[in-house]
């Protein structure tokens, strides 16, 4: 019998943009197994967590929802509770110890094997874990080898936004920064073959997508063989721009040292390139940095800067930085601060050291920041970059941009007049919140600015030709 039939399924997921990707391509291939989206655990059978391990926080949130299912399992025996991705390849059968009522805990290198295990599971074999070698358990082949690949077919209907998608063209990471869990839960850095990429935005397109955004944990160290000849980021670039019907196309994340000038030429020259670089410089300290084990100085995260702002002069530069580093001082935190004045980042996401067992930094040093100092830091660097933000936003004032449509805004205001409010980006992914008449989502439109905050552009649609960035 196929017991799949029927079943209702939820997923939520916690994490980066490559869980979200997970969990559209999980629920893409579940629904064509016969499950049902739901859109709450208690509507479903089998409820699943994709999670996430790079900070403490998000694992924290995944232990108290699976806590909260705790009596739902009691009451309804037959629902399935599974755990996938980052938390299920580093906890492993610690999940099922802390929280006995779980049936499967899968990672991200054996979401492919997902309906098989489900079936396992409801045909009464028991509880299910299913996760790939550590990085020091096996030969490189081997740990790779059990990070399975997992690219099944696109389905529209499961995307959030039909008419943007992400795209993976890498697995894995190879850099090891000293705080990073990353490397251990997803494996080996391995690049997709390119005609493999083509042909997924090729089928995005068909599917009516505009936008792709191209995802690796270093994806400017993308880097494949194909017909003898090596392919990097900026030759993919230049073989997908001409995909008919993508209009836009953008790539995260990028590692400051391999900021080529290649690929800079390519963002400048391609014009469906988006001007859109999130380069991550994690601190301004080269003491930290070298700790961090992020293998490039300040200096040199400066001259990568100098050349993104020369060669792409309108790019939207975004970093990521981490506060309270162990051993991080208050002269470090400055010159953080420093960097960060003088970068004119679009916006940075900060975020507060979390040690991660098994990371170098969590083995080699103690979390002696403490956590009013670190929330403090992380206040401060923020007022600086909102400060930032909020003064390049108000160049847009007076302005027309042009807009990709994501649908209604989540002001709360009421939408059933003829005139909605929407929101949408820009090519340089700024926010902008619009009125405009119903039924734009999904398309690509002129709005003239009329309002800036350090997060968002407010406008209203415009019929002109002639718009900026
Ligand atoms: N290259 C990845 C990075 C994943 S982690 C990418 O695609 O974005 C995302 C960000 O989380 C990192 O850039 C870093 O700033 C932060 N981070 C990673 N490990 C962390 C830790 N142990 N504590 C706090 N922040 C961390
Ligand atoms: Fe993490 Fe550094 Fe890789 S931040 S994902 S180890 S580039």
């Known amino acids: ?121 409801a045909s009464g074999m028991g509880p299910q874990l299913e996760v790939s070698l550590g990085r020091r358990d096996g030969r490189r082949s081997e740990v790779q080898g059990s990070f399975r690949r997992y690219d099944p077919v696109r389905k529209p209907g499961v995307r959030a936004r039909p008419h943007q998608a992400m795209v993976r063209i890498m697995f894995g990471c190879d850099k090891f920064c000293s705080f990073c869990i990353v490397p251990s839960v997803r494996g080996p850095e391995q690049s997709r073959p390119p005609e493999e990429i083509e042909a997924e935005v090729r089928q995005l397109a068909d599917q009516g997508c505009l936008e792709v955004t191209l995802l690796g944990q270093t994806v400017n160290h993308y880097g494949a063989t194909s017909g003898g000849r090596t392919v990097r980021l900026a030759d993919l670039l230049y073989r997908i721009h001409d995909t008919e019907g993508i209009r836009r196309i953008r790539f995260v994340t990028n590692f400051p040292s391999f900021m080529t000038d290649e690929l800079l030429q390519a963002v400048r020259d391609l014009p469906k390139v988006t001007p859109y670089l999130h380069v991550p410089a994690q601190s301004g300290s080269n003491r930290i940095l070298r700790r961090m084990q992020r293998g490039y100085t300040v200096e040199a995260y400066r001259e990568m800067l100098a050349r993104v702002r020369q060669t792409v002069p309108e790019a939207a530069v975004t970093s990521d930085f981490i506060v309270g580093f162990p051993g991080e001082t208050e002269e470090d935190f400055r010159e953080t601060v420093r960097l960060v004045e003088e970068s004119r980042f679009k916006n940075s996401f900060i975020f507060k050291y979390s040690p991660r067992t098994g990371t170098k930094a969590a083995e080699r040093y103690a979390d002696d920041v403490p956590d009013e100092v670190k929330r403090r830091r992380n206040n401060e660097l923020l007022a600086v970059q909102n400060a930032i933000s909020e003064q390049e936003n108000l160049a847009f004032r007076g302005r027309t941009v042009e807009v990709l449509v994501e649908g209604p805004s989540k002001t709360g205001r009421k939408q059933d007049g003829p005139v909605v409010q929407l929101t949408g980006r820009t090519v340089c992914d700024r926010i902008v919140v619009f009125d405009s008449p119903r039924g734009l989502a999904g398309s690509i439109v002129p709005v003239r600015i009329y309002d800036t905050t350090a997060v968002t552009l407010f406008g209203r649609v415009v019929s002109v030709v002639g718009v900026e960035c």
């Not at 989206?37 to 108290?64: G, M, W």
Request: hydrophobic share 40%; proline share 4%.
């Open 1 to 121: 019998m196929d017991r799949s039939m029927n079943r209702k399924l939820y997923i939520e997921t916690v994490g980066c943009q490559m869980n979200v990707l997970d969990s559209e391509l999980v629920a893409g291939q579940l629904s064509a197994a016969g499950y049902q989206l739901v859109a709450s655990p208690r509507q479903a059978d089998t409820i699943l967590f994709n999670t996430c391990s790079v900070r403490q926080h998000a694992e924290d949130k995944i232990y108290s929802a699976l806590g909260r299912l705790k009596h739902i399992k009691r009451t309804h025996p037959g629902k399935i509770i599974g755990v996938l991705g980052c938390m299920a390849q580093k906890d492993r059968e610690e999940i099922f110890r802390r929280a006995p009522h779980v049936d499967l805990v899968v990672g991200p290198g054996q979401l492919g094997r997902l309906p098989e295990l489900l079936e396992r599971v």
